[in-house]
T-cell receptor, first 114, second 115 residues
Framework: AQKVTQAQTEISVVEKEDVTLDCVYE???????LFWYKQPPSGELVFLIR??????QNEISGRYSWNFQKSTSSFNFTITASQVVDSAVYFC???????????FGTGTRLQVTL | EPEVTQTPSHQVTQMGQEVILRCVPI?????FYWYRQILGQKVEFLVS????????KSEIFDDQFSVERPDGSNFTLKIRSTKLEDSAMYFC?????????????FGEGSRLTVL
């Protein structure tokens, strides 16, 4: 069975602060895929990044960066210099092997204020 | 940019009524999914569909639910006799990767309110 834990339910920061969203996953499969999705107030789910279990190389994309560490089963997401438009619920998700099912965490609500 | 589209955006129905939610996945995608999100809660997997049949379903997806791809473009979710607890946002998603390892692209959701 797989599980995704996002221990932070809600985070509030002031614009321009850096913020890290934590994600811890559990799976017995050796092949798996990790995702981050953003859900803005309008409700849609927006894909941000996908990582597979063979690739621990961390990535930076603009103000976003991801830190994947198999040793601690974590896939954390950092926003640098946060902006009000980053306010949303962020979901970490896991897919194992060739299974169809994407298992989501409970989400972290990020509130960025001026 | 191609996108997944869903209709209706919001439907209100009486308990016991049948509801059909419609989705048009991205045209060259191979896998299709329905997920739901009860207000304020996490996103839950319902069913996946590949090669004109269900490939996986969750325990939520009981006999009240069915999916269909009636033509080459639409993908529908039917709830036969709605219950109050079916009130949720229903998301359709599609994926291009035949090995089913790629990211899912979600529609904007259909909000179902059962009274």
């Amino acid at each position: 069975a797989q599980k995704v834990t996002q221990a932070q339910t809600e985070i509030s920061v002031v614009e321009k602060e850096d913020v890290t969203l934590d994600c811890v996953y559990e799976t017995r499969d050796t092949t798996y895929y990790l995702f981050w999705y953003k859900q803005p107030p309008s409700g849609e789910l927006v894909f941000l990044i996908r990582r597979n279990s063979f690739d621990e190389q961390n990535e930076i994309s603009g103000r976003y960066s991801w830190n994947f560490q198999k040793s601690t089963s974590s896939f954390n997401f950092t926003i640098t210099a946060s902006q009000v438009v980053d306010s949303a619920v962020y979901f970490c998700a896991l897919k194992t092997g060739t299974a169809s099912k994407l298992t989501f965490g409970t989400g972290t609500r990020l509130q960025v204020t001026l | 940019e191609p996108e997944v589209t869903q209709t209706p955006s919001h439907q209100v129905t009486q308990m016991g009524q049948e509801v059909i939610l419609r989705c048009v996945p991205i045209s060259n995608h191979l896998y299709f999914y329905w997920y739901r999100q009860i207000l304020g809660q996490k996103v839950e997997f319902l069913v996946s569909f590949y090669n004109n049949e269900i490939s996986e379903k969750s325990e939520i997806f009981d006999d009240q639910f069915s999916v269909e791809r009636p033509d080459g473009s639409n993908f529908t979710l039917k709830i036969r006799s709605t219950k109050l607890e079916d009130s949720a946002m229903y998301f359709c998603a599609s994926s291009w990767d035949s090995a089913n390892t790629g990211e899912l692209f979600f529609g904007e959701g259909s909000r179902l309110t059962v009274l």
